[in-house]
């Protein structure tokens, strides 16, 4: 089955500095990738997906990145403001009926103003 | 927007008691979903279905049952619970591949 590692597991940055979580995926037919953030005592909810037939995809201050072959996906924050603070999950699955999301660990985002 | 609601918000269960989790979403989506949500472990998958009466075995399905009677509720059973249960459980329903989460769901079993 699908396994995906996240990292880093923590990460900490200044206010208006950039931010990356890296995600890889074992399953080469996966072909869709999400990234939920989940605020402190909160539920996660979808910030931004990609499918395998696009490299980046850009929404204002986050971006995503796919590379099929090396079978890795990145999020990317710019800009990072102290409401980014969270906790940021990337997951895995086929785009197809009976199929799942497989979740990575998690990377807690800390932004200090 | 849809909902996707959990019957308890806290739950404190004794070992070996049979506890029930429940999940209702309204918005008519074939899929629903069960996670444990663990520090430093993430979501992990443990049941999912797509269909009513139908069920697939996520990645750890051991020591849990579901149930899936009608399209709008999705049940978790833990057959007998015991103290590595404690866990924040998290039901999600999706149409496509977009989840709705519920609130949680977060269980002690002394």
């Known amino acids: 089955g699908e396994n995906v590692e996240q990292h880093p597991s923590t990460l900490s940055v200044q206010e208006g500095d950039s931010a990356v979580i890296k995600c890889t995926y074992s399953d080469s037919a996966s072909n869709y990738f999400p990234w939920y953030k989940q605020e402190l005592g909160k539920r996660p909810q979808l910030i931004i997906d990609?499918?395998?037939?696009?490299g980046e995809k850009k929404d204002q201050r986050i971006a995503v990145t796919l590379n099929k072959t090396a079978k890795h996906f990145s999020l990317h924050i710019t800009e990072t403001q102290p409401e980014d603070s969270a906790v940021y999950f990337c997951a895995a699955s086929m785009v197809q009926a009976g199929t799942a999301l497989i979740f990575g660990k998690g990377t807690t985002l800390s932004v200090s103003s | 927007d849809v909902k996707v609601t959990q019957s308890s918000r806290y739950l404190v269960k004794r070992t070996g008691e049979k506890v029930f989790l429940e999940c209702v979403q309204d918005?008519?989506?074939?899929?629903m979903f069960w996670y444990r949500q663990d520090p430093g472990l993430g979501l992990r998958l443990i049941y999912f279905?797509?269909?009513?009466?139908?069920?697939e075995k996520g990645d750890i399905p051991e020591g849990y049952s579901v149930s899936r009677e009608k399209k709008e509720r999705f049940s978790l059973i833990l057959e007998s619970a015991s103290t590595n249960q404690t866990s924040m459980y998290l039901c999600?329903?999706?149409?496509?591949?977009?989840?709705?989460f519920g609130s949680g769901t977060r269980l002690t079993v002394v």
């Open positions: 918005m008519d989506h074939e899929n």
């Open positions: 999600a329903s999706s149409r496509d591949r977009s989840y709705t």
């Open positions: 279905s797509y269909d009513v009466k139908m069920k």
């Open positions: 990609i499918r395998s037939n696009v």
